[in-house]
Nanobody, 119 residues
């Protein structure tokens, strides 16, 4: 059973940095695409960044050049490095995983980690 567990959230001042981690238990290799989403109070869930098996990445315009998604297959972990944080980045950040072709189709969500940007 694949599970995703996020960590690394917290309170940070504007302009600061945080690195979120998403540790996968179970079959890391069965996941093709990972993504980070975020949801702020009263707003829809928003795709922040994703990374494919081959390492191709894409980002929401609002975080380009500030956030970096990466995956470490040896550690079964996906990261989101967030720099130059702004008030509007405040949200619950959720890790998402989607099975790759050749495996039984599934998607998994983590429980989320709170990021608060405030002075």
């Amino acid at each position: 059973q694949v599970q995703l567990v996020e960590s690394g959230g917290g309170l940070v001042q504007p302009g600061g940095s945080l690195r979120l981690s998403c540790v996968v238990s179970g079959s890391f290799s069965s996941i093709g695409t990972f993504a980070w989403y975020r949801q702020a109070p009263g707003k829809q869930r928003e795709l922040v960044a994703h990374i494919t098996t081959g390492g191709t990445t894409d980002y929401a315009d609002s975080v380009k050049d500030r956030f970096t998604i990466s995956r470490d297959n040896a550690k079964n972990t996906v990261y989101l490095q967030m720099n130059n944080l702004r008030h509007e980045d405040t949200a619950v950040y959720l890790c998402y995983g989607q099975s790759r072709s050749g495996f039984i189709p599934y998607i998994k969500w983590g429980q989320g980690t709170q990021v608060t940007v405030s002075s």
